[in-house]
C-alpha cells in the first residue's frame, strides 16, 4: 500500500522530494525495498502532523505536502490542487473537499464531513452528519456540507508551529486532528477537487482497493 501512495505522489508536478515519516523498521524496510526514502520519527508522536513536523524541521521548503499512507489511489492531480491556494499570502494550510459520491457517505462515520465559510475556509470538520437541516429534517443539506479529503499542505513554519500547540477537546472528541488547528483559532483553506480517493480506513475498505488495483471493480 505504501508503495502505491508513494509511487503517485511522485507523479504530483512540482514535487521536490516524496519521504516516508515511520516510526516502524519494518515499514522503512519496505520502502527501501522498491527504493523509495524513509524516515524514521520518534514513537511517541500523539498525532501524524506531529510526525510530519519532526520530519519538516529537518528540510529546506516552502510547502510540506500530507500524503496519508492509507490513500492508495490518491490521484496525483490532488497535490496540485492543495498547493494551489497558497498563491494567496494569508493561505497557511490547505485540504480538500468534494460533493458525495454517495448519499449513504453523508452518515457513515468513517467518511468525514466539512463546512466551510464564504471564504471557502473551513468552519468544522465531522464525523456525523453536518448541518441538521430543520427546516426540512435532513441530515444531508445540499450544496452546504462536503466529503473532506484527507490531504493537507502547509507552509512549513505554520507546520511547525502546529506542532508545539495542545492537542484540544473536539479534536478528541472527533479524533480529527485538523480540528485542533480550529480550536487555536487559526484558518484551513479547503479547496474544492473533482477527484476522489479512496482511503483505507477498514477491512472492507482494504478489499475494495484490492478490487480496484486489479481492475476487478469498477
Partial sequence: MVQHVYERAAQAPGVAAV?????????ADAVAAFGGRAVMTRADHPSGTDRLAEVAATLECDIVVNVQGDEPLLPP??????????ADPAVR?????????AA?????PNVVKVVVDCHGDALYFSRLPIPY????????????????????????????HLATLPPTPLEQAEALEQL????????IRVAV???????????????????LVAGTQP
Wanted: proline share 5%; net charge neutral; hydrophobic share 40%.
Fill in 19 to 27: 519521504l516516508v515519516a515511520t516510526d516502524d523498521p519494518r515499514v
Fill in 77 to 86: 492531480a490532488m497535490i496540485g490542487e492543495a498547493v494551489a491556494p497558497f
Fill in 133 to 160: 437541516g430543520r427546516n426540512t429534517g435532513a441530515h444531508l443539506v445540499e450544496g452546504i456540507v462536503s466529503k473532506h479529503i484527507g490531504l493537507y499542505a502547509y507552509r512549513r513554519d505554520f507546520l511547525l
Fill in 104 to 108: 449513504g457517505e453523508a452518515i457513515d
Fill in 180 to 187: 485542533r488547528v480550529l480550536e487555536h483559532g487559526y484558518r
Fill in 93 to 101: 494550510m490547505t485540504t480538500l473537499r468534494r460533493p458525495f459520491a
Fill in 193 to 211: 477537487t473533482s477527484h476522489d480517493s479512496c482511503g483505507v480506513d477498514t477491512p472492507a475498505d482494504l478489499e475494495r482497493v484490492r478490487r
